[in-house]
Structures are given as structure tokens and as C-alpha cells.
């Protein structure tokens, strides 16, 4: 009987301490982002775009960038293959409005995804934004194992922190329908 | 002292383990994927091995009339690739992703075979929601899972592993991965053996 309440306070105390991965809804609004340790690309253009020196790991805070809108995706995920030519739009629009262009940056993770897998995925999809792997699933754990394609929106602050503004699993729904919520949902369409 | 913690330490491994599992799912299949958790990484013993003739078949495919290995014999290298079962999470984004790199087996001249030991009308709604495939996908349902049997594959539950079969154009089979049934195969791995098939 004893070990009975032991296990069931065991079941209980797990609950409690169990990371927000657990939950499986991802990252919360108004919370600060999961520390997610990525490698610097390769190529210097994505370095660049990126705002990065130097080669190594780095954090997602370290990008030069007001917001950072992060696509939580799969090779082997066929709404990300959908939305793939969309999610390229985003990045060209953002890219062709000067007054976006340098504040919002965007970045793919693909959950599971080996190197080889992103570059399959990468090439099928001529992505011009920069891809990461994670082929160990530990991107994909930390922000609460979310289905995909998931879009994560961050707000990188001056004073170094970060805060999730934005979190939905599924498609876009239209880049500028997209590209309103996150001007307005981060406050950066009062700065302009 | 001892149970009590044993018993502690087995209440917290339960709810890890019942906890969401790191599939990268995709949205496509929204909440109709059944997941079981973890199952034995295997539960099969295989009947062929690497420099044997592959067993030919005729099975059902989706999209009618039937498919047999024999009939790509002399022409294409081919790959099977049997999965578990419709509506499973690993499976569910294993194909998608083939659906994608048809490019890459044609590199290799090979044909792709998907097989899994459910009916038709089941492969028919749950391929759907893969968008078009490329590539037949087979019924191993009747005699349930003969041909998974024959090749080693079925497993005591009546699904079959998820197994790849590399396959040369003379019938032989060149490359066998019986992977853990819970993880998804890489694809450049597979890639790496098509491309150690003679040209």
C-alpha cells in the first residue's frame, strides 16, 4: 500500500517537474525562448544575414535581428513541403520592404532532420533563408515536440533578453496575413 | 526503503515514457495519428540475407492491379520499404519524405516499393494525407503479411518491422536495414547503398 502512494506521489512529482517540453504545446507567449544552441552556417551569406562572426555554436539571441521567426520543420513533412514556396515568399518580402528588411530574421529547424536531409529539403525547395539540422530531436524536445510545421515568433530585446511572442502549429494562412500578426503581435510596427 | 524508492523512481519513468513523442509529426495528419509509445525495436528474425536472390511477389497496390518484384528484374534496382502500419507516428513521415527525393533513386536507377500488411481502403486514406506518391505502395494485408513473412519481417503482432530492402537489377539483394521500429531510417544511409550498386 505504501509503495502504491509512493508511486502514484512519483507519477505526481514528475508532472510538476517535467520541462515544458512535456506539455507538447510548445514555447509560451510572453515567456522567454528554450535555450537552443545551434551551429554558425557555413555559408557566408547565411553568416552574414545572420549577423554572426566567426564559425562554432551560438544562440539564437545572438542573431542581429529585432525579431527572430523560427520554422520548426521536416524533410518528411508533407505541410512543410506544402508551405515550403510560401515560407519563401516571407522571407522575399520581408527582404524587399526596406523598413523590415535587417529587423526580422528567419531561420528553419528541421526537427530530426540530419544535414543531409536539410540540404534535400533545402535544394527541393530553393530555400533562401538559412536551415539548421536537428537529427537528435534536441531543438524539437525543447520547444515541446510541437507538430510541424510549427512558427515561433521571438523578440530579441536591447537589453539581451528575449521573450516568445508568437507560437502556432500549421500553415501560414498567406504571408501578409502572416507578416501582420507578427509586426503586431511584437510591437515592432510601433517602432517604425 | 528500498521498494519505496524503486517505486519512486518507476512512477517517474512512467510519465516520461507516457510523455509526447519526439516523431517531428507532422500538422498534415493533425490528431489522427494512433501512438502506442515505444515499442521492442524488433520482433522478427530475418529469412534472407545480403547475396541472396530477393523472393519475388505479386501483392495488391493502391492505385490497382498488382505489383511483382520479378517484373523490374533485369531493368531497375529496387528498394522495398515495408513500414508498420497505417496511421502510426514513424510511418506516418517516413514516405513523405521518398515522396519528396524521387530524383535521387532515379540517380540510382531504382524504383521504390512501399509495402505495409494493411488493406487498401486503409492505405488509400491514410496516403492521402501524403499528398500524391510516386511510387506504388502495396497491400501485404491477405494473406496478412505473407510476404513480409517470407522476407523475415512480420512481427508477432501481425505489423511488419520497418525494413528496407536494397534489390539490384538482377534480383539480389544487396542492402538489408531492419531498423528499430520506433526511429525513422536515415536517407542518406540508404542513399550510400544505392550508390555502391554497379552502375
Redesign the interface.
Known amino acids: 500500500m505504501?509503495?502504491?502512494i509512493?508511486?502514484?506521489?512519483?507519477?505526481w512529482?514528475?508532472?510538476s517537474m517535467?520541462p515544458d517540453?512535456?506539455a507538447?504545446d510548445g514555447p509560451r507567449p510572453g515567456k522567454p525562448l528554450p535555450s537552443i544552441t545551434l551551429t554558425a552556417p557555413e555559408s557566408p551569406a547565411h553568416k552574414d544575414y545572420l549577423g554572426l562572426s566567426g564559425g562554432g555554436s551560438f544562440h539564437i539571441p545572438q542573431i542581429k535581428a529585432r525579431v527572430v521567426i523560427i520554422e520548426i520543420f521536416?524533410?518528411?513533412?508533407?505541410?512543410?513541403?506544402?508551405e515550403a514556396p510560401m515560407v519563401n515568399d516571407l522571407y522575399k518580402k520581408i527582404e524587399d520592404t526596406p523598413s523590415l528588411k535587417g529587423k526580422i530574421k528567419l531561420i528553419g529547424i528541421g526537427?530530426?532532420?540530419?544535414p543531409?536531409?536539410v540540404d534535400?529539403?533545402k535544394k527541393?525547395y530553393q530555400v533562401p533563408f538559412p536551415l539548421f539540422p536537428d537529427?537528435d530531436?534536441v531543438v524539437?524536445?525543447a520547444v515541446g515536440?510541437v507538430?510541424?510545421?510549427?512558427f515561433i515568433g521571438v523578440r530579441l530585446n536591447s537589453d539581451g533578453t528575449d521573450q516568445v511572442f508568437y507560437q502556432k502549429?500549421?500553415?501560414l494562412e498567406g504571408v501578409d496575413h502572416f507578416l501582420g500578426l507578427i509586426l503586431k503581435q511584437s510591437g515592432i510596427d510601433q517602432e517604425q | 526503503m528500498k521498494q519505496m524508492a524503486f517505486a519512486f523512481l518507476l512512477g517517474c519513468a512512467a510519465v516520461f515514457t507516457m510523455g509526447p513523442s519526439a516523431y517531428g509529426r507532422s500538422d498534415a495528419f493533425k490528431e489522427n495519428i494512433y501512438d502506442q509509445g515505444p515499442m521492442k525495436p524488433r520482433d522478427s528474425h530475418l529469412k534472407v540475407k545480403v547475396g541472396e536472390k530477393a523472393p519475388d511477389f505479386a501483392l495488391p497496390a493502391m492505385s490497382g492491379g498488382k505489383v511483382s518484384l520479378s517484373q523490374f528484374h533485369g531493368k531497375h534496382n529496387v528498394v522495398l520499404s515495408f513500414v508498420p502500419a497505417a496511421w502510426t507516428p514513424v510511418c506516418s513521415d517516413q514516405w513523405p519524405g521518398y515522396n519528396i527525393v524521387k530524383e535521387l533513386f532515379d540517380q540510382h536507377d531504382a524504383v521504390l516499393i512501399g509495402i505495409t500488411v494493411d488493406n487498401i481502403p486503409t492505405l488509400f486514406a491514410w496516403t492521402r494525407q501524403m499528398g500524391k506518391l510516386w511510387f506504388p505502395v502495396l497491400s501485404d494485408f491477405w494473406p496478412h503479411g505473407v510476404v513480409a513473412d517470407r522476407y523475415g519481417v512480420l512481427r508477432s503482432d501481425g505489423m511488419s518491422e520497418r525494413a528496407l530492402f536494397v534489390i539490384d537489377k538482377e534480383g539480389i539483394i544487396r542492402y538489408i536495414d531492419v531498423h528499430d521500429i520506433n526511429q525513422r531510417p536515415r536517407l542518406e544511409i540508404l542513399m550510400g547503398e544505392l550508390e555502391k550498386l554497379p552502375r
Open positions: 505504501r509503495s502504491l509512493v508511486f502514484i506521489v512519483g507519477i512529482m514528475a508532472f517535467a517540453a512535456l507538447a521536416s524533410m518528411y513533412c508533407p505541410h512543410c513541403q506544402t526537427a530530426g532532420n540530419t543531409f536531409e534535400v529539403f527541393k537529427p530531436f524539437h524536445k515536440e507538430r510541424t510545421p510549427c502549429v500549421g500553415g
